[in-house]
């Protein structure tokens, strides 16, 4: 069953969910703060599921953004969205898979990326969720890093970047295969459900062409010793 719930508290903005699917999660706010945006950027966000990464950061940039999902469900869950919010102008979802719709993209496109990755590689041991859509966000079947990382070198402009937020046991993996395909690693922040746990989350931004030269940036952490929000993850919650 679909819902309109509100995006937290950012400008009054909605989102259409549908439970029985997956609903946004914090890794998409994160992601969001995480990302540096001016409004002279041309924006793709991949693996958009039903648009929350577009929609925050159309707090923080006038910039047009191109969402990209290939699940027809989510994606007219992300088409009702923009619409919802009257974003049409801003920001464009296309339902197509990013490994054939990079194709038609020009060499040298856009100034950022910003992806929600499928966080889990799939093999012998892999328990799939029954759930068809929540199998295809979590597990690597339609997208894996080698792809991503394939697809940003074409896309990106010179000195572009691209945003992730990954599991921290996958960052060697993920720091290779940047390199791999000309995208130099500049800033990382770890994130840690609690202060003296160890880092579930990390975000990772990397910029094509780019010399060496990586920024480890203080902790994030996202919950008090009671449970609650710290207060950098409230402030989130009303600005991007």
């Given at each position: 069953?679909?819902?309109?719930?509100?995006?937290?508290?950012?400008?009054?903005?909605?989102?259409?969910?549908?439970?029985?699917?997956?609903?946004?999660?914090?890794?998409?706010?994160?992601?969001?703060?995480?990302?540096?945006?001016?409004?002279?950027?041309?924006?793709?966000?991949?693996?958009?599921?039903?648009?929350?990464?577009?929609?925050?950061?159309?707090?923080?940039?006038?910039?047009?953004?191109?969402?990209?999902?290939?699940?027809?469900?989510?994606?007219?869950?992300?088409?009702?969205?923009?619409?919802?919010?009257?974003?049409?102008?801003?920001?464009?979802i296309i339902n197509k898979d990013i490994k054939e719709y990079y194709k038609e993209i020009k060499t040298d496109s856009f100034n950022l990326i910003t992806c929600n990755p499928p966080y889990f590689k799939i093999n012998n041991n892999s328990?799939?969720?029954?759930?068809?859509?929540?199998?295809?966000?979590?597990?690597?079947?339609?997208?894996?890093?080698?792809?991503?990382?394939?697809?940003?070198?074409?896309?990106?402009?010179?000195?572009?970047?691209?945003?992730?937020?990954?599991?921290?046991?996958?960052?060697?993996?993920?720091?290779?295969?940047?390199?791999?395909?000309n995208i130099e690693p500049k800033r990382i922040r770890f994130v840690y459900p609690k202060e003296d746990s160890k880092s579930n989350l990390v975000l990772i931004e990397g910029m094509k062409n780019a010399s060496s030269g990586l920024i480890?940036?203080?902790?994030?952490?996202?919950?008090?010793?009671?449970?609650?929000?710290?207060?950098?993850?409230?402030?989130?919650?009303?600005?991007?």
């Amino acid at each position: 069953m679909e819902v309109i719930n509100d995006l937290l508290e950012l400008n009054n903005l909605k989102i259409v969910q549908n439970k029985k699917w997956f609903n946004f999660s914090l890794d998409s706010l994160l992601l969001s703060n995480f990302a540096n945006v001016n409004n002279k950027m041309k924006i793709i966000d991949i693996c958009t599921g039903n648009c929350p990464i577009p929609l925050m950061l159309s707090t923080k940039t006038k910039a047009k953004i191109i969402a990209v999902e290939i699940q027809k469900e989510i994606y007219e869950l992300g088409l009702k969205s923009i619409k919802i919010n009257n974003l049409d102008r801003q920001i464009e979802i296309i339902n197509k898979d990013i490994k054939e719709y990079y194709k038609e993209i020009k060499t040298d496109s856009f100034n950022l990326i910003t992806c929600n990755p499928p966080y889990f590689k799939i093999n012998n041991n892999s328990i799939l969720n029954s759930n068809i859509q929540k199998t295809n966000a979590r597990h690597e079947k339609y997208l894996n890093l080698d792809d991503l990382f394939k697809i940003s070198k074409k896309i990106l402009k010179n000195n572009g970047k691209i945003v992730l937020i990954h599991k921290s046991d996958r960052l060697s993996d993920i720091m290779i295969k940047m390199r791999n395909n000309n995208i130099e690693p500049k800033r990382i922040r770890f994130v840690y459900p609690k202060e003296d746990s160890k880092s579930n989350l990390v975000l990772i931004e990397g910029m094509k062409n780019a010399s060496s030269g990586l920024i480890i940036e203080k902790p994030l952490i996202i919950h008090e010793k009671n449970g609650e929000y710290k207060k950098e993850i409230l402030d989130m919650f009303k600005e991007v």
